[in-house]
């Protein structure tokens, strides 16, 4: 599909387009110009005209009026909302997916696959906003019961990263809305046409039901878009997706005003292989993991750790496969990896690889950029010690290292041994293996996986990671707590006055 048809497929047209959407009647952006390349061959797409930190001020204050009258709608009713906004989603699946390939480079399946992420979720949400539950606790006083509320919690900013678009605002937003808060999207800004093609479906939602200032978008630097949004005391909630350092910024600004912070950030994720392991899974689940979305997940598998006795048949298993990676036009359904998101990913890609060299590492293949429009590069396997710095950092980027192990107590700790604990897994068939490594002496990572890959989250679980990558949760389970304040209420029935803990205060 061209890419002037897949934008004008989405109402994407014109000029110079609009970076704020949400607000009914409200007045267009005032900032610079932000232009949105397309990584596979490095021309311009559109021109958007960004908000300013004056117009990101004035939508919180809209959003922050109109949470007043969506918190008091029912939570049935506002999870139809959502079943609305899902409804929309599917009829643009194509169109949207093609969009996310078009302007973050993943490939077209990976691009479907995430808008079916954020259908996913919304059919998610439409029944949670039927069991927004909380406790009845038994009272050590008489004629007396304890229990728990849970309410809407305000306006929730949602800032999102390049390499999931669209998805990772969804998990936010269809839990946020049944939740009963409104919303101010930052996304990042190497994908604003995404979120602005999002937008124009929730405008559309929203026209519906009159529902306006539920989904509001301000697209423009984080310097002064998003400084204002974490800033302000109205938005009790951030969630924010991105690196470690940004994350570590936006958690110590909210936190100094007393705000909540979800914080999805870093990861360096490891497979573990164990000798009894089915190598054939364990070769596929380790090149979509390493390969899918050139290297680029927050989930990528960046570390295998090879229990000797199959090293050596694994390494060339995958050196086979990665011969076999066709690497072009992520919009080709026969891609299997698309480009690096600009030019400075390519650059970090290349830095990574010389500290590789300086520091030990064997470059096994890739390692070099392709002669051609864009910002392709191979994906690379190295062969490395596990203790040298840089496989201890992350490169975002299609670098895979190989590391040897003795056994499962060994590639525990070396899994555990980085500063980031996002996403893990092991392939074995040993039973006690599996428990040992998903149990509390086995992986420190928020997923652990058996005999499947670190990428690839379901929706109905909760997604987030401990130590450098935030500690946050998203998605399933009970994530919607997140979006909601708890209140204890303590309920007397009797005619009487007793205290707690026995204690008497005068007559």
């Given amino acids: 599909m061209d890419p002037r048809q897949i934008l004008d497929s989405l109402g994407l047209s014109g000029d110079v387009l609009d970076g704020l959407g949400g607000r009914a009647g409200g007045q267009s952006a005032a900032g610079d110009i932000l232009e949105s390349f397309n990584p596979a061959t490095g021309q311009a797409l559109a021109q958007i005209r960004c908000a300013t930190a004056e117009q990101t001020t004035e939508v919180i204050g809209a959003a922050h009026r109109a949470f007043d009258g969506w918190r008091r709608r029912p939570g049935p009713a506002r999870g139809e909302v959502i079943r609305d906004l899902g409804n929309a989603l599917r009829a643009k699946k194509s169109e949207l997916g093609a969009l996310v390939s078009l302007e973050m480079g993943k490939i077209l399946a990976e691009g479907e696959g995430e808008v079916q992420e954020m259908i996913d979720i919304c059919d998610f949400a439409v029944g949670l906003s039927r069991q927004l539950y909380g406790l009845t606790i038994a009272s050590e006083r008489p004629g007396h019961h304890l229990i728990e509320r849970w309410h809407p919690l305000g306006v929730v900013g949602i800032v999102s990263a390049f390499n999931f678009p669209v998805a990772v605002w969804a998990w936010n937003a269809a839990l946020a809305a049944v939740c009963g808060d409104t919303m101010i999207w930052k996304p990042s800004s190497e994908t604003p046409l995404c979120a602005l093609a999002v937008q124009k479906i929730c405008d559309d939602v929203m026209e519906r039901h009159d529902a306006w200032g539920l989904f509001n978008l301000v697209i423009g630097p984080g310097r002064s878009v998003g400084e204002t949004l974490i800033r302000d005391g109205r938005v009790p909630l951030i969630s924010a997706t991105g690196s470690t350092p940004m994350g570590q910024h936006v958690g110590e600004v909210v936190g100094a005003r007393l705000g909540r912070t979800i914080l999805e950030l870093g990861g360096n994720n490891a497979i573990t292989v ?104 191979e994906p690379t396997i190295v062969r490395a010690a596990h203790d040298l710095p840089i496989v201890h950092e992350e490169t975002f980027a299609p670098i895979l290292y190989l590391i040897e192990v003795d056994d499962i107590d060994d590639a525990i700790a070396v899994n555990n041994e980085v500063p980031q604990g996002l996403s893990s897994a092991i392939f074995t068939t040993n039973f006690l293996a599996a428990e040992t490594f998903t149990s509390a002496v086995g992986s420190d990572c928020g997923l652990a996986n058996v005999n499947t890959g670190t990428s690839g989250a379901e929706i109905g679980g909760a997604f987030g990671g401990e130590k450098e990558t935030g500690g946050g949760r998203e998605s399933g389970s009970d994530a919607w707590k997140a979006y909601m304040r708890r209140q204890t209420c303590t309920l007397n029935y009797s005619p009487e006055l007793p205290l707690a803990q026995g204690i008497h205060f005068g007559d």
């Fill in 274 to 377: 164990l000798d009894d392991a089915d190598l054939g899974m364990a070769t596929r689940s380790i090149l979509f993991g390493a390969v899918g979305t050139a290297g680029q997940r927050c989930t990528s598998t960046r570390r295998v750790l090879m229990q000797r006795g199959i090293a050596g048949e694994l390494t060339e298993r995958l050196l086979a496969a990665y011969r076999q990676v066709r690497i072009g036009n992520p919009l080709d359904p026969a891609t299997l990896m698309g480009p690096l998101v600009n030019q400075r990913a390519v650059e970090d890609m290349l830095a990574a690889l010389d500290k590789v060299r300086e520091q030990g590492g064997e470059i096994l293949c890739g390692g070099k950029t392709l002669d051609q429009p864009g910002f392709f590069v």
